[in-house]
């Protein structure tokens, strides 16, 4: 018996680094194509807006600009990293690792397709929505450990913007789970396959879009990032690859943000009609093209609109959306009560 004990051992070590590396695969199929998504997102994000202002946008490095974002990570990695004198270090180099890191985290639990996900888990809309409340956590780390006045009220204000939006999200994802009676991302994809909730729930996914816009502090509502009042907020002590990790974050919350939108209203991986015309292109292509869609919504916004006033911005969290959202709730309640359409 004794004697086995090392064969057995060695057989379920193997196994573990089997299962590991299988996973190691997984998680690397994911990463890397969205960190090349997030660089790829800034130079879409300076064609578009240069576009709209008449503007080429970039067009020197590469052909059509294409290289522009590799120009870009290859002058922050050689620039050096300096560290405010006061600051306190541990948590000033915590800070964007923390945001970074959270929104790769965010990723494991999204659908690309029917099966094709990396953790398929019942809860997985609470765990999104928990990922996504966590990440204030590393503006605000960033704007104290910087110990210093603009940094620190740019924190506070990302807090105090996104604690107000969360609130109408949520109820706006109650709204949503009402219909399906699923926390399971999968199950709320398949649950629109008569009808996408963008048709029923239309003002819910605008609201839900725009509260989008607060969580990842993006105009008009870039508040903790306002240059005539806080210079830069919350990252303005920041250079090199810390600067770039923050920067990287905003906009992989951005894709996140877009595919959450895909999910809850657009259908997900799910084609427009089962036409045979749509139903020959797969599925990732389909969530890809609608998170592609939503994300240009989010340019089209920046380069449309202007920055928001605070005060602004906090009625319309507490004043409009809470009051509407909250109504929006009861009334689907009672609407799936009164035709006896409660999922079961």
């Known amino acids: 018996m004794l004697e086995m004990i090392p064969e057995v051992l060695s057989e ?9 590396a299988i996973n190691l695969g997984y998680i690397l199929l994911i990463v890397l194509p969205l960190v090349i ?13 240069g576009f709209m202002q008449l503007r080429k946008g ?15 990570a290859v002058k922050l990695m050689h620039k050096e990293i300096i560290i405010p004198t006061r600051a306190n270090p541990l948590l000033f180099l915590m800070a964007p690792v923390i945001t970074f890191t959270l929104s790769l985290i965010a990723w494991s639990v999204i659908p690309f397709g029917e099966g094709v996900v990396l953790a398929d888990i019942n809860v997985g809309i609470l765990f999104l929505f928990a990922i996504s409340s966590l990440e204030v956590y590393g503006v605000i780390i960033a704007g104290w ?18 604690v107000s939006y969360e609130v109408s999200m949520g109820l706006i994802i109650v709204s949503v789970l009402m219909c399906v009676g699923s926390l399971n991302l999968t199950d709320i994809v398949m649950a629109q396959k008569g009808m996408w909730y963008a048709i029923p729930m239309f003002p819910m996914m605008i609201m839900f879009f725009i509260s989008t816009l607060a969580e990842t502090n993006r105009a008009p509502f870039d508040l903790p990032e306002a240059e005539a009042e806080l210079v830069s907020g919350y990252n303005v002590e920041y250079s090199s690859m810390p600067f770039a990790l923050f920067f990287l974050g905003e906009y992989a919350n951005m894709i996140l943000m877009s595919a959450m939108t895909t999910i809850l209203f657009l259908g997900g991986w799910l084609p427009p009609a089962d036409y045979a015309i749509f139903t020959w292109i797969p599925g990732f292509v389909w969530f890809a093209l609608k998170i592609a869609f939503v994300l240009f919504c989010f340019l089209w916004v920046r380069a449309s609109l202007p920055r928001y006033r605070y005060d602004q911005l906090m009625r319309l969290g507490w004043k409009v959306f809470l009051p509407f959202s909250l109504a929006w709730v009861v009334l689907t309640a009672s609407f799936l009560v009164f035709t006896n359409n409660l999922p079961s």
Not at 37 to 49: D, F, G, M, N, P
Not at 148 to 159: E, H, I, N, Q, T
Request: hydrophobic letters at 45%.
């Open 145 to 162: 450990s910087s110990n210093s006045k603009y940094p620190f009220l740019g924190a506070m204000r990302s807090a105090a913007q996104m």
């Open 58 to 72: 970039p067009n020197v490095v590469g052909p059509f600009g294409l290289l522009q974002p590799i120009a870009d």
């Open 37 to 49: 998504s997030v660089a790829y997102l800034t130079y879409a994000e300076r064609k578009v807006i």
């Open 12 to 20: 379920s070590w193997l196994e573990a680094i089997i299962y590991g």
